[in-house]
Protein backbone atom coordinates (compact mmCIF):
# COMPACT_ATOMS: atom_id res chain seq x y z
CA UNK A 1 0.00 0.00 0.00
CA UNK A 2 1.29 3.49 -1.42
CA UNK A 3 1.45 6.62 1.74
CA UNK A 4 -1.88 7.91 -0.34
CA UNK A 5 -3.88 4.21 -0.30
CA UNK A 6 -2.97 4.18 3.89
CA UNK A 7 -3.67 7.85 4.56
CA UNK A 8 -7.33 7.35 2.77
CA UNK A 9 -7.91 4.43 4.46
CA UNK A 10 -7.43 5.83 7.93
CA UNK A 11 -9.63 8.82 6.51
CA UNK A 12 -12.07 6.88 5.51
CA UNK A 13 -12.45 4.93 8.43
CA UNK A 14 -12.52 8.64 10.86
CA UNK A 15 -15.37 9.35 8.12
CA UNK A 16 -17.42 6.55 8.21
CA UNK A 17 -18.22 7.42 12.40
CA UNK A 18 -19.30 10.59 11.83
CA UNK A 19 -22.31 12.89 11.02
CA UNK A 20 -23.40 12.68 7.23
CA UNK A 21 -23.33 16.24 7.20
CA UNK A 22 -19.60 16.21 8.78
CA UNK A 23 -17.89 13.37 6.98
CA UNK A 24 -16.58 15.35 3.15
CA UNK A 25 -15.35 18.82 5.19
CA UNK A 26 -13.98 16.76 7.97
CA UNK A 27 -12.34 14.29 5.37
CA UNK A 28 -10.91 16.43 3.03
CA UNK A 29 -9.58 18.80 5.98
CA UNK A 30 -7.96 15.63 7.82
CA UNK A 31 -6.35 13.90 4.69
CA UNK A 32 -5.07 17.35 3.79
CA UNK A 33 -3.35 17.82 6.77
CA UNK A 34 -2.15 13.90 7.35
CA UNK A 35 -0.84 14.90 3.59
CA UNK A 36 0.94 17.29 5.16
CA UNK A 37 2.50 16.63 8.01
CA UNK A 38 4.25 13.06 6.25
CA UNK A 39 5.65 15.40 3.77
CA UNK A 40 6.99 17.73 6.48
CA UNK A 41 8.01 14.23 8.39
CA UNK A 42 9.90 12.67 5.23
CA UNK A 43 11.43 16.22 4.64
CA UNK A 44 12.94 16.47 7.54
CA UNK A 45 14.23 12.77 7.72
CA UNK A 46 15.75 13.49 4.08
CA UNK A 47 13.83 10.81 2.11
CA UNK A 48 10.71 9.84 0.65
CA UNK A 49 7.70 8.78 2.90
CA UNK A 50 7.27 4.81 2.58
CA UNK A 51 4.91 2.57 4.28
CA UNK A 52 6.50 2.37 7.89
CA UNK A 53 6.82 6.28 8.08
CA UNK A 54 3.15 6.77 7.04
CA UNK A 55 1.83 4.10 9.90
CA UNK A 56 4.22 5.62 12.53
CA UNK A 57 2.41 9.02 11.93
CA UNK A 58 -0.61 7.42 11.60
CA UNK A 59 -1.04 5.75 15.01
CA UNK A 60 0.73 8.94 16.63
CA UNK A 61 -2.37 10.90 15.12
CA UNK A 62 -4.24 7.99 17.33
CA UNK A 63 -7.19 5.45 16.19
CA UNK A 64 -9.84 6.79 13.68
CA UNK A 65 -12.55 6.16 16.45
CA UNK A 66 -10.33 8.77 18.86
CA UNK A 67 -10.21 10.91 16.15
CA UNK A 68 -13.52 10.72 15.21
CA UNK A 69 -14.76 11.80 18.74
CA UNK A 70 -12.68 14.70 18.98
CA UNK A 71 -15.13 15.98 16.27
CA UNK A 72 -18.42 15.73 18.45
CA UNK A 73 -19.60 18.12 21.51
CA UNK A 74 -18.84 16.29 25.06
CA UNK A 75 -21.51 15.99 27.13
CA UNK A 76 -23.15 13.00 29.42
CA UNK A 77 -22.97 9.95 26.92
CA UNK A 78 -24.92 6.87 26.80
CA UNK A 79 -23.19 5.82 23.61
CA UNK A 80 -20.33 7.10 21.59
CA UNK A 81 -21.82 9.77 19.58
CA UNK A 82 -20.61 7.73 16.24
CA UNK A 83 -23.28 4.89 17.39
CA UNK A 84 -26.44 7.44 17.54
CA UNK A 85 -27.07 6.97 13.76
CA UNK A 86 -27.40 3.49 14.17
CA UNK A 87 -29.08 3.31 17.31
CA UNK A 88 -31.84 5.79 15.75
CA UNK A 89 -32.19 3.34 12.95
CA UNK A 90 -32.25 0.62 15.02
CA UNK A 91 -35.13 1.91 17.25
CA UNK A 92 -36.98 3.37 14.50
CA UNK A 93 -36.86 0.46 11.92
CA UNK A 94 -37.92 -1.94 15.04
CA UNK A 95 -41.36 0.04 15.16
CA UNK A 96 -41.70 0.55 11.22
CA UNK A 97 -41.54 -2.99 11.35
CA UNK A 98 -44.10 -3.97 13.81
CA UNK A 99 -46.26 -1.62 12.01
CA UNK A 100 -45.90 -2.82 8.73
CA UNK A 101 -46.72 -6.35 9.93
CA UNK A 102 -49.77 -5.23 12.34
CA UNK A 103 -51.19 -2.17 10.06
CA UNK A 104 -52.28 -3.67 6.87
CA UNK A 105 -55.08 -6.23 8.70
CA UNK A 106 -56.47 -3.49 10.12
CA UNK A 107 -56.91 -1.04 7.06
CA UNK A 108 -58.66 -3.75 5.43
CA UNK A 109 -61.32 -4.24 8.06
CA UNK A 110 -65.02 -3.61 7.62
CA UNK A 111 -64.30 -0.40 9.68
CA UNK A 112 -60.93 0.94 9.41
CA UNK A 113 -61.53 3.71 11.30
CA UNK A 114 -62.52 2.09 14.73
CA UNK A 115 -60.16 -0.56 13.93
CA UNK A 116 -57.30 1.94 13.50
CA UNK A 117 -58.15 3.40 16.92
CA UNK A 118 -58.19 0.50 18.82
CA UNK A 119 -54.77 -1.09 17.04
CA UNK A 120 -53.39 2.43 18.30
CA UNK A 121 -54.15 2.09 21.88
CA UNK A 122 -52.89 -1.65 21.14
CA UNK A 123 -50.06 -2.76 18.84
CA UNK A 124 -49.25 1.36 17.36
CA UNK A 125 -48.10 2.53 20.60
CA UNK A 126 -46.89 -0.78 22.09
CA UNK A 127 -44.76 -1.04 19.22
CA UNK A 128 -42.69 1.44 21.31
CA UNK A 129 -41.21 -1.17 24.06
CA UNK A 130 -38.68 -1.85 21.45
CA UNK A 131 -36.85 1.77 21.30
CA UNK A 132 -37.25 1.52 25.42
CA UNK A 133 -35.49 -1.71 25.89
CA UNK A 134 -32.64 -0.34 23.14
CA UNK A 135 -31.72 2.15 25.21
CA UNK A 136 -32.25 0.17 28.85
CA UNK A 137 -29.47 -1.89 27.11
CA UNK A 138 -27.49 0.76 25.88
CA UNK A 139 -27.45 2.16 29.70
CA UNK A 140 -25.86 -1.29 30.72
CA UNK A 141 -23.58 -1.70 28.15
CA UNK A 142 -22.25 1.82 28.78
CA UNK A 143 -21.74 1.19 32.45
CA UNK A 144 -20.16 -1.90 31.80
CA UNK A 145 -18.12 -0.10 29.29
CA UNK A 146 -16.85 2.70 31.47
CA UNK A 147 -15.96 0.02 34.04
CA UNK A 148 -13.89 -2.47 31.53
CA UNK A 149 -12.84 0.50 29.31
CA UNK A 150 -9.42 0.05 27.76
CA UNK A 151 -6.95 1.34 25.23
CA UNK A 152 -8.08 1.01 21.85
CA UNK A 153 -6.15 -1.29 19.73
CA UNK A 154 -3.29 0.09 17.46
CA UNK A 155 -5.19 0.97 14.10
CA UNK A 156 -5.17 -1.07 10.86
CA UNK A 157 -5.65 -0.27 7.19
CA UNK A 158 -9.08 -1.61 6.26
CA UNK A 159 -9.21 -3.75 2.89
CA UNK A 160 -7.94 -1.06 0.40
CA UNK A 161 -10.61 -2.05 -2.28
CA UNK A 162 -13.49 -2.68 -0.53
CA UNK A 163 -15.65 -2.62 -3.78
CA UNK A 164 -13.80 -5.54 -4.99
CA UNK A 165 -16.09 -9.04 -5.25
CA UNK A 166 -15.43 -12.42 -4.43
CA UNK A 167 -15.69 -14.11 -7.87
CA UNK A 168 -16.99 -17.73 -6.97
CA UNK A 169 -18.99 -16.33 -3.38
CA UNK A 170 -20.74 -14.05 -6.13
CA UNK A 171 -21.91 -16.61 -9.24
CA UNK A 172 -23.17 -18.99 -6.03
CA UNK A 173 -25.58 -15.92 -4.87
CA UNK A 174 -26.40 -15.47 -8.70
CA UNK A 175 -27.42 -18.91 -9.27
CA UNK A 176 -29.42 -19.23 -6.12
CA UNK A 177 -31.08 -15.76 -6.86
CA UNK A 178 -32.15 -17.50 -10.44
CA UNK A 179 -33.67 -20.87 -8.76
CA UNK A 180 -35.91 -18.67 -6.42
CA UNK A 181 -36.57 -16.70 -9.41
CA UNK A 182 -37.75 -19.68 -10.96
CA UNK A 183 -39.74 -21.12 -8.23
CA UNK A 184 -41.82 -17.60 -8.13
CA UNK A 185 -42.23 -17.77 -11.57
CA UNK A 186 -43.18 -21.19 -12.02
CA UNK A 187 -45.48 -21.34 -9.10
CA UNK A 188 -48.61 -19.48 -10.72
CA UNK A 189 -48.20 -22.73 -13.59
CA UNK A 190 -47.39 -25.23 -10.97
CA UNK A 191 -51.16 -25.37 -9.41
CA UNK A 192 -52.39 -28.15 -12.02
CA UNK A 193 -49.02 -30.31 -9.66
CA UNK A 194 -50.13 -29.77 -6.58
CA UNK A 195 -53.10 -31.29 -4.30
CA UNK A 196 -56.20 -28.91 -4.39
CA UNK A 197 -55.77 -27.65 -0.47
CA UNK A 198 -52.56 -26.31 -2.28
CA UNK A 199 -53.89 -25.54 -4.95
CA UNK A 200 -56.52 -23.27 -3.60
CA UNK A 201 -53.97 -21.78 -0.83
CA UNK A 202 -51.15 -20.50 -3.72
CA UNK A 203 -53.61 -19.47 -6.37
CA UNK A 204 -52.94 -16.10 -7.28
CA UNK A 205 -55.54 -13.23 -8.13
CA UNK A 206 -55.82 -12.54 -11.57
CA UNK A 207 -54.86 -9.01 -11.56
CA UNK A 208 -52.48 -9.50 -9.91
CA UNK A 209 -50.66 -11.82 -12.51
CA UNK A 210 -51.82 -9.41 -15.07
CA UNK A 211 -50.64 -5.91 -13.79
CA UNK A 212 -48.17 -6.24 -10.99
CA UNK A 213 -46.39 -9.59 -11.63
CA UNK A 214 -44.44 -9.26 -14.99
CA UNK A 215 -43.01 -6.39 -13.13
CA UNK A 216 -40.92 -8.46 -11.11
CA UNK A 217 -39.36 -10.03 -14.23
CA UNK A 218 -38.50 -6.51 -15.63
CA UNK A 219 -36.94 -6.11 -11.97
CA UNK A 220 -35.22 -9.42 -11.86
CA UNK A 221 -34.07 -9.39 -15.38
CA UNK A 222 -32.01 -5.71 -14.78
CA UNK A 223 -31.10 -7.26 -11.73
CA UNK A 224 -29.32 -10.24 -14.07
CA UNK A 225 -27.66 -7.52 -16.13
CA UNK A 226 -26.37 -5.14 -13.80
CA UNK A 227 -24.45 -8.55 -11.81
CA UNK A 228 -23.43 -9.60 -15.19
CA UNK A 229 -21.48 -6.61 -15.42
CA UNK A 230 -19.94 -6.59 -11.98
CA UNK A 231 -18.95 -9.86 -11.99
CA UNK A 232 -16.90 -9.45 -15.14
CA UNK A 233 -15.47 -6.32 -13.80
CA UNK A 234 -14.73 -8.01 -10.33
CA UNK A 235 -15.92 -5.23 -8.51
CA UNK A 236 -18.76 -2.17 -8.11
CA UNK A 237 -17.56 0.84 -9.43
CA UNK A 238 -18.95 4.37 -9.40
CA UNK A 239 -21.51 3.98 -12.11
CA UNK A 240 -22.42 0.35 -10.91
CA UNK A 241 -22.65 1.14 -7.65
CA UNK A 242 -25.31 4.37 -8.49
CA UNK A 243 -27.42 1.60 -10.38
CA UNK A 244 -27.10 -0.92 -7.33
CA UNK A 245 -28.91 1.95 -5.43
CA UNK A 246 -31.24 2.96 -7.94
CA UNK A 247 -32.29 -0.77 -8.00
CA UNK A 248 -32.60 -1.10 -4.18
CA UNK A 249 -34.74 1.75 -4.17
CA UNK A 250 -37.04 0.54 -7.35
CA UNK A 251 -36.93 -3.24 -5.00
CA UNK A 252 -38.18 -1.00 -2.46
CA UNK A 253 -41.30 0.54 -4.87
CA UNK A 254 -42.11 -2.60 -6.75
CA UNK A 255 -42.50 -4.64 -2.89
CA UNK A 256 -44.84 -1.58 -1.62
CA UNK A 257 -46.54 -1.91 -4.62
CA UNK A 258 -47.75 -5.59 -4.46
CA UNK A 259 -48.28 -5.25 -0.77
CA UNK A 260 -50.91 -2.48 -0.65
CA UNK A 261 -51.56 -2.19 -4.40
CA UNK A 262 -54.18 -5.25 -4.11
CA UNK A 263 -54.23 -8.83 -3.38
CA UNK A 264 -51.64 -11.21 -4.42
CA UNK A 265 -53.68 -14.71 -3.29
CA UNK A 266 -57.44 -15.36 -3.99
CA UNK A 267 -57.69 -17.09 -0.89
CA UNK A 268 -57.63 -14.45 2.24
CA UNK A 269 -55.56 -16.16 4.88
CA UNK A 270 -52.60 -16.49 2.60
CA UNK A 271 -53.04 -12.90 0.77
CA UNK A 272 -52.89 -11.39 4.51
CA UNK A 273 -50.05 -13.43 5.17
CA UNK A 274 -48.18 -12.90 1.96
CA UNK A 275 -48.82 -9.21 1.91
CA UNK A 276 -47.80 -9.06 5.87
CA UNK A 277 -44.23 -10.39 4.76
CA UNK A 278 -43.93 -8.16 1.35
CA UNK A 279 -44.89 -5.12 3.66
CA UNK A 280 -41.67 -6.11 6.15
CA UNK A 281 -39.63 -6.75 3.11
CA UNK A 282 -40.47 -3.12 2.01
CA UNK A 283 -38.92 -1.45 5.07
CA UNK A 284 -36.11 -3.40 5.00
CA UNK A 285 -35.69 -3.07 1.68
CA UNK A 286 -36.06 0.70 2.65
CA UNK A 287 -33.46 0.53 5.76
CA UNK A 288 -30.71 -0.98 3.07
CA UNK A 289 -31.49 1.65 0.67
CA UNK A 290 -31.44 4.18 2.87
CA UNK A 291 -27.82 2.78 4.30
CA UNK A 292 -26.32 2.47 1.58
CA UNK A 293 -26.95 6.25 0.49
CA UNK A 294 -25.23 6.91 3.40
CA UNK A 295 -22.37 5.24 3.05
CA UNK A 296 -22.27 6.52 -0.95
CA UNK A 297 -22.55 9.94 0.42
CA UNK A 298 -19.60 9.54 2.53
CA UNK A 299 -17.32 8.66 0.18
CA UNK A 300 -13.98 10.49 -1.14
CA UNK A 301 -12.54 9.34 -4.43
CA UNK A 302 -8.94 7.77 -4.23
CA UNK A 303 -5.90 9.85 -4.04
CA UNK A 304 -4.57 10.10 -7.91
CA UNK A 305 -0.91 11.18 -7.42
CA UNK A 306 1.70 9.42 -5.27
CA UNK A 307 2.93 10.80 -2.23
CA UNK A 308 6.46 9.52 -3.13
CA UNK A 309 6.37 11.77 -6.01
CA UNK A 310 6.41 15.00 -4.32
Not at 238 to 265: M, N, P
Request: hydrophobic letters at 55%; a positive charge.
Amino acid sequence: MTPADLIDSYVNDVMRRLPGRQRRDVGLELRELLTDSLLARADEVGRAADEAMTFDLLRAFGAPAEVADRYHPKGFEIMPPRHAPGFAWLALGGVALQWAASLPAVVRGPDPASALARWWLSYGLGAFWWPGFLVAIALIAGWIGRKAARAPAPWKPRVLDPDRIDRPIWVVSMLAAAVGASILIALPFASAFLPPVLAQVFAFDPEFLRIRAPWALVFWASQLVLYTVVLRRGRWERLTRGLGLGSDFAACLLLAWFAWGGQVFVERAADGTARGLLGLLTVMMALITAHGVWREAGRLAPQRSSLTSR
